[in-house]
């Protein structure tokens, strides 16, 4: 009898012990509803599988010395402006120091709006809650609140890039003409704010664009008015969706440029599935594709977690592990009744970092809280996404 | 306590959207422009607030009064369509306002910052509650006197007879205007209060979300407008009311425990709210229930 | 002036799609006077379910798919009608707009959560272009629109000269008189919806061929087309849906050419608007605006 009590009262002990052990909450916050679904259930499994990591290798140290383990909480907030902004409150009264998201820059922007603008601002009675966003990428959102910040590519540097090179590889390839989804910010200012520009940079004649909207299934107008330019390039800033329609509608017209150019959000799984054949060849810039040791193994434990591996799943990965070093850096003390300072420790380290650790290279921060990251070209080859260019030369 | 006076907001602009898809119910109209007078509602409001410095409440008026001229215009040649097609007809206007807007530009430079609409970016930084100290439990505050005041007015309409010819007018037309209805006079006079109300509330919604785009005012938020009504029941105001906490309340926050499951069972809850009481939650039976319990007491 | 016919043209040949959802809506209004919302949805969900003989092995013909949607059309239709429409009285409208309603966002959450919302790449049956003197017209569009015309005459046959359509067409003018003769209106009201389900599935899978990807993107703008078809056709009438459907195809692609693509539904919507003003009964119904 005593005997058996000895090793029961050992497992007691250590299980008070385990008990007593510290948490640390960052909350997820993402579309887990319509088109977006994937990039919901994909941010969500990184985070699990980077929380997880940190978790298995000890966890995050406390400002007293301790060691404390990440907790993550997801919510959907179904691409709604309203839900999310209701979202982000709910966070901000647990105990999560920060939130990771949202997906949807049409939920980022109102959000971002309610926060507070300048931290320490005492007359504006915004939300004082830090939110880094790994997959809105509507062109200068942080620059909001400065309680946001964001860890998504930067469109204009990126294919800047592309077109530069591509004037080295295709020298007799001196015409480009656009496609671009209208009611949708993001495709919407990715054509005129970015590729368009930057290609004008690289001296290609712009011979104009043809337009769409979102959910539109008919490009029979659009595709005729490719054939007439009959540029060399063509670049569609759109979505997988009627990116598919469009070049279906390409192939049933005849329309083969000399060179195809995508946008970032289209290098995904959604694509290839859409439409796997007449893809093949289009070229995207990406800032994330499973190169390095690192990646492989970010791509493989989110796997594990149900979610694929992909530019924004992997920025939520990535965020994670800032987090962490933020949290160690700036002595997080991870007291639930000190929640609130905690938060503001996070954003006034998050705001002081210059450089963070991203899966293919070091990320420079800018001063608008916006992320310069590494990038290379894929394209489409066989039904997969296949590394094109490496333009930092690895 | 910010999660929950930001819920109530939430519940209180959209017990005003429902509130004027109600009134227009009630003459046996389904309209499904609602959703337009509540965008030009947050557009006007927040272009005053915004570009010309306006405080917030004469700004909600003018987007009540905008609101009301545009339901006032829709509300005659409406008058020539019935039902289903009625429904069609408010349709097409609502999207065409939408799409108006989606291609409305009216920039100003505040300082080196353009503000305003900007077509299809939508129209950013409508931050007067912030700006003015206003928390979130004052802005709960706020909306709600406008809701109680809402409904309130609605409550009285129905105790007069004006309310009684409004629903005369929507159980059977033809006897209503054999007894010497003014029929166009009823209708639009409806829909032209349905439509200041929806001003208010798009108002409210421009303010305390601080973005409005084209696609805010889609036609999900038409027929979340015509559901609250419906799902509620017509017999009194109390049934919009319980509808939008209902949906915003239980089916989208309470069941937000339930994870993924929540976005399955909210269509169904609706589904099968319809089966058990095609008239509403809230129908004549349950209010006639409902008072003698009250008259007892 | 050529790039305008052809606009026209092509346009036309895409009011095909609507066309093929226009007669489901009609019908459904013409038989029971109610809207079913969730048609247009259930076509889509439909299309989606006949990608399911892919699972069954590799090499299994496109034809096997269309097959698959025609019959899931007829199952999804039967369920619409179980859970929207069989506990609801006839008496309550505003009732089955809403169950429909929530049928349609019900069958989106189905297709999200089961592709987590990612396009399906859709077969097609006949990839031909046709070119007619300085004209392309697609092989496809032309095979939907021969589709829904002989659809037509199917069910008009089914409607005038079957005991089936004799049956239905009492419960739709006199569903007391029809039921004291003898008409079970459970059962005909439930064959209704399998029937204008199994064209849906057809439908759905046609669309998806033209669109050539399946997303849950199709579901809303296909039941505002269809809707507007059914009402400028004639509420009621399967001819009426398909004139209709070529017409706001036709006029869709003509504006766009004209106005380009954010102006386009503006201009549509108000035109649709105006016309249902000035002639609230449609095309091929009274000029009275009867509903």
């Given at each position: 009898m005593r005997n058996s009590?000895?090793?029961?009262?050992?497992?007691?002990?250590?299980?008070?012990?385990a008990a007593q052990e510290k948490t640390i909450t960052i909350a997820g916050q993402g579309a887990k509803s319509g088109v977006v679904r994937s990039f919901g259930l994909n941010s969500e499994a990184a985070l699990f599988a980077a929380a997880d990591q940190i978790n298995k290798s000890g966890g995050v140290t406390l400002a007293d010395g301790s060691k404390a383990k990440l907790k993550v909480e997801y919510y959907d907030d179904r691409c709604n402006a309203e839900e999310g902004i209701s979202v982000i409150r709910r966070i901000a009264g647990t105990d999560a120091l920060i939130a990771v998201g949202p997906g949807c820059s049409n939920v980022a922007e109102p959000m971002f709006g309610i926060l507070q603008k300048k931290a320490g601002d005492a007359s504006d009675t915004g939300l004082q809650m830090p939110v880094f966003t790994d997959v809105a990428i509507k062109v200068g959102l942080a620059k909001i609140s400065e309680w946001a910040f964001r860890n998504v590519p930067n469109e204009?540097?990126?294919?800047?890039?592309?077109?530069?090179?591509?004037?080295?590889?295709?020298?007799?390839?001196?015409?480009?003409?656009?496609?671009?989804?209208?009611?949708?910010?993001?495709?919407?200012?990715?054509?005129?704010?970015?590729?368009?520009?930057?290609?004008?940079?690289?001296?290609?004649?712009?011979?104009?664009?043809?337009?769409?909207?979102?959910?539109?299934?008919?490009?029979s107008n659009q595709v005729r008015e490719m054939k007439k330019a009959n540029a060399d390039v063509i670049a569609i800033s759109a979505h997988p969706f009627t990116t598919c329609g469009v070049l279906k509608e390409m192939q049933r017209q005849g329309v083969k440029p000399k060179v195809l150019v995508g946008l970032t959000s289209s290098s995904s799984l959604e694509t290839l599935q859409g439409c796997g054949a007449q893809a093949e060849g289009i070229i995207i810039p990406t800032s994330f594709a499973p190169v390095s040791k690192e990646g492989i193994a970010a791509a493989e434990a989110t796997a594990k977690f149900n979610g694929s591996a992909d530019l924004h799943s992997m920025a939520a990965w990535e965020n994670m592990f800032i987090l962490k070093q933020v949290i160690e850096s700036q002595k997080i003390s991870g007291d639930k009744a000190k929640v609130q300072e905690d938060r503001a420790k996070i954003r006034e380290g998050l705001a002081n970092l210059k450089t963070t650790n991203g899966l293919m290279g070091t990320v420079k921060r800018t001063d608008?809280?916006?992320?310069?990251?590494?990038?290379?070209?894929?394209?489409?080859?066989?039904?997969?996404?296949?590394?094109?260019?490496?333009?930092?030369?690895? | 306590m910010d999660f929950y006076f930001g819920l109530i907001q939430l519940i209180g602009v959209h017990t005003l959207l429902g509130l004027s898809a109600y009134i227009v119910l009630l003459t046996g109209q389904v309209s499904l422009a609602q959703a337009a007078f509540f965008a030009i509602g947050a557009y006007a409001s927040a272009m005053l607030t915004v570009l010309a410095g306006w405080h917030i409440v004469p700004a909600i008026a003018v987007g009540a009064v905008v609101g009301a001229a545009l339901a006032c215009a829709v509300g005659f040649p409406a008058l020539r369509v019935k039902g289903l097609m009625l429904v069609i007809a408010t349709l097409a206007f609502g999207e065409a306002v939408r799409l108006f807007f989606f291609n409305f530009d009216y920039q100003v430079a505040k300082g080196a910052v353009k503000v305003g609409p900007l077509g299809g970016e939508g129209f950013r930084q409508i931050r007067y509650f912030p700006e003015n100290g206003w928390t979130t439990g004052d802005v709960a505050l706020f909306i709600w006197v406008l809701v109680l005041a809402a409904m309130a007015f609605l409550w009285w309409v129905d105790r007069s007879r004006y309310g009684a010819v409004l629903r005369a007018t929507g159980e059977d037309e033809v006897a209503a205007q054999a007894v010497g209805v003014n029929l166009t006079a009823i209708k639009v006079s409806a829909m032209t209060v349905g439509g200041a109300i929806a001003g208010i509330g798009g108002a409210l919604y421009a303010h305390y979300t601080t973005h409005i785009e084209h696609s805010s005012f889609n036609i999900l938020v038409a027929t979340f407008a015509i559901a609250y009504p419906i799902v509620g029941g017509l017999a009194s105001v109390f049934g919009v009311l319980l509808a939008v906490i209902f949906v915003q309340g239980f089916l989208v926050e309470a069941l937000r425990a339930l994870g993924d499951w929540?976005?399955?069972?909210?269509?169904a809850l609706i589904v099968l709210a319809m089966n058990l009481r095609p008239r509403g939650i809230l129908d004549a039976q349950a209010l006639q229930r409902l008072k003698s319990l009250v008259g007892r007491s | 002036m050529l790039d305008l016919l052809q606009s026209l043209c092509d346009g036309v040949m895409f009011g095909a799609t609507y066309a093929l959802i226009g007669i489901g809506f009609t019908l459904v209004?013409?038989?029971?006077?109610?809207?079913?919302?969730?048609?247009?949805?259930?076509?889509?969900?439909?299309?989606?379910?006949?990608?399911?003989?892919?699972?069954?092995?590799?090499g299994v013909p496109a034809l096997a798919v269309f097959g698959a949607a025609f019959v899931a059309g007829g199952v999804l239709g039967f369920l619409v009608y179980v859970l929207a429409f069989h506990f609801i009285p006839l008496a309550y409208p505003l009732a089955t707009l809403m169950s429909t309603v929530g049928m349609l966002l019900l069958i989106d959450e189905v297709i999200v959560h089961v592709t987590a919302g990612m396009p399906q790449n859709y077969p097609s049956l006949y990839d031909k272009m046709f070119d007619a003197g300085?004209?392309?017209v697609r092989g496809d569009l032309l095979m939907i629109a021969a589709v829904s015309v002989v659809c037509m005459l199917a069910l008009l046959a089914l409607l005038f000269r079957t005991r089936l359509g004799l049956a239905t067409?009492?419960?739709?003018?006199?569903?007391i008189a029809a039921q004291l003769c003898g008409i079970q209106v459970a059962r005909v009201n439930a064959t209704t919806f399998i029937i204008t389900g199994l064209l849906g599935g057809i439908a759905g899978a046609l669309i998806g061929a033209s669109v050539g990807t399946l997303s849950p993107l199709l579901t809303t703008p296909l039941t505002v087309k269809g809707l507007i078809v059914t009402v400028i056709g004639g509420l009621g009438s399967i001819p009426g849906a398909i004139v209709a459907g070529f017409l706001v195809g036709g006029l869709e692609n003509v504006v766009q050419y004209w106005r380009g693509v954010t102006e386009r539904d503006m201009y549509v919507m108000l035109l649709l608007f105006l016309f249902l003003v000035f002639r609230p009964g449609g095309l091929f119904g009274g000029a009275k605006g009867r509903d």
């Open positions: 009590l000895l090793p029961l009262a050992l497992a007691l002990a250590t299980t008070g012990v204009a540097t990126m294919y800047g890039s592309v077109f530069g090179w591509l004037k080295t590889k295709y020298p007799d390839a001196k015409t480009i003409y656009g496609g671009v989804e209208e009611d949708f910010a993001h495709s919407r200012a990715s054509w005129y704010a970015v590729m368009k520009e930057k290609a004008s940079a690289e001296k290609y004649e712009v011979l104009g664009e043809s337009k769409w909207l979102l959910a539109d299934t008919n490009f608008e809280r916006e992320a310069d990251k590494p990038y290379l070209f894929v394209h489409a080859k066989d039904n997969k996404w296949a590394v094109l260019h490496n333009p930092s030369g690895n | 929540r976005n399955l069972l909210f269509p | 209004f013409g038989v029971m006077h109610k809207i079913n919302m969730a048609y247009a949805a259930a076509s889509v969900g439909a299309a989606y379910l006949g990608l399911i003989v892919f699972a069954l092995g590799k300085g004209f392309t067409r009492a419960v739709s003018q006199q569903p």
